[in-house]
């Protein structure tokens, strides 16, 4: 079963799937759970391994998806003492601890549209440590010369550059395509994929007419509604390279278990 636990740590890793390693880190008197136990719990809740099994099992897997949005780590204390054999508590007699991790490769980018905004903002996340793709149908946008080696150019229709991007639920993507149409492309063919954080460049008249194209087509209108549109933090910005800190900013917010909508002051 370790042996298990270890490969599933490794392809996680290699995929840039995030998941929390539990380890059970101490145990006192009896208990089902033994030192050194390991379990991998992932974002849809399926885990690999076992910490002893039972409803505080259950318990720490729900503790677990608290994580993928604070991150960082925790220890639990269990205690195995009930001495009420009718209730749902274990009685066992002893106790044991569980340190809880969450595990993250670098955190993947996908911006659509490779402009003015989009190759800044490739830039700026590749300095800041995010695994960057960026997509643009266009061959003298979507040219790996204009980028660090270290990111991954897609030169595709916006269609096949979805397909292309390996998006899942731990993928930031933003889109800033050169037009409504190719927006649409790109939303509608990522939402399937529920990015963890999607940004779409547009005025707030653009987010009512997108999100009520969206809803009519059948997608999910709380996900419509999750959408970063306006994207960024409002700071004022007018030019491309500080709007592109306005949404890097927001996106290492919301990483950070902070959701910061657009909200521009009144002067």
């Known amino acids: 079963m370790a042996i298990d636990t270890y490969k599933e740590m490794r392809d996680a890793y290699n995929s840039g799937k995030s998941f929390v390693l539990c380890t059970v880190i101490d145990v006192k008197g009896s208990s089902p759970a033994k030192a050194g136990q390991k379990m991998i719990v992932f974002r849809d ?26 991150g960082g780590t925790q220890i639990i204390d269990y205690d195995l003492s009930s001495s009420n054999a009718e209730d749902k508590e274990p009685i066992c007699g002893g106790e044991f601890k569980v340190l809880l991790e969450f595990q993250s ?89 529920k990015p963890q954080y999607l940004g779409l460049v547009g005025s707030g008249k653009k987010r009512q007419q997108f999100m009520a194209n969206l809803k009519e087509k059948g ?30 900013a927001q996106i290492i917010a919301f990483r950070n278990g902070q959701v910061v909508r657009y909200s521009r002051q009144k002067k």
């Open 45 to 70: 809740g399926s885990f690999v391994g076992t910490i002893g099994g039972g409803i505080n099992e259950a318990r720490t897997i729900g503790k677990c998806m608290d994580m993928f949005a604070m």
């Open 105 to 193: 490769s670098a955190p993947r980018l996908c911006i659509f549209g490779a402009g003015h905004i989009g190759e800044r903002l490739a830039k700026v996340a590749d300095l800041t440590g995010y695994s960057v793709t960026i997509a643009d149908e266009r061959p003298d946008y979507a040219d790996p010369k204009k980028f660090p080696k270290s990111v991954n150019v897609i030169c595709d229709p916006y269609e096949e550059s979805v397909k292309k991007a390996n998006i899942n639920e731990d993928t930031y993507v933003v889109v800033c395509t050169p037009g409504h149409v190719n927006d649409a492309q790109a939303i509608e063919g990522v939402l399937p994929y």
């Open 219 to 248: 997608f999910n209108p709380e996900q419509c509604e999750d959408i970063f549109m306006p994207i960024g933090m409002s700071f004022g910005s007018t030019t491309p390279e500080e709007i592109v800190i306005e949404i890097m």
